[in-house]
């Protein structure tokens, strides 16, 4: 069976979830983009001042698992609401953006190294 969903589909949904509560009229980009720093700021509270291996039990613990995935939904629903309310098509920004970034780190000079690609 498959499960998956397409971005969409997510878009749709939230979308919906918005509009029957009326809350387009508070959804403008500025205050989306700063809904979307706070959520943000959210999930990497979770991490602050945790190890590696703190964050590897955080992974395996279902209650701090779980508030994760909240976090991290919260971040895809706010940028989900941004594309709407600017009209851009996620999906396609994120192909464009993959082809952008594929030409400024080829393979061949990328693998295995966390350099800039201006530092190349």
Known sequence: MDNTTTIQELQNAVIEFRDRRN???????????M???????????????KTPEEITAMLGAERERK???EELADVFV???YLGDAA????????????LVNDAKYPVEKSFNSSKKYTEF
């Open 23 to 33: 809350w387009k009229q508070f959804h403008d980009i500025k205050n989306l983009s």
């Open 35 to 49: 809904g979307l720093s706070v959520e943000a700021a959210e999930l990497q509270e979770l991490f602050l001042w």
């Open 67 to 69: 508030k994760i995935e």
């Open 78 to 80: 706010f940028l989900l």
């Open 87 to 98: 009209g851009i098509d996620l999906s396609a920004a994120v192909r464009a953006k993959l």
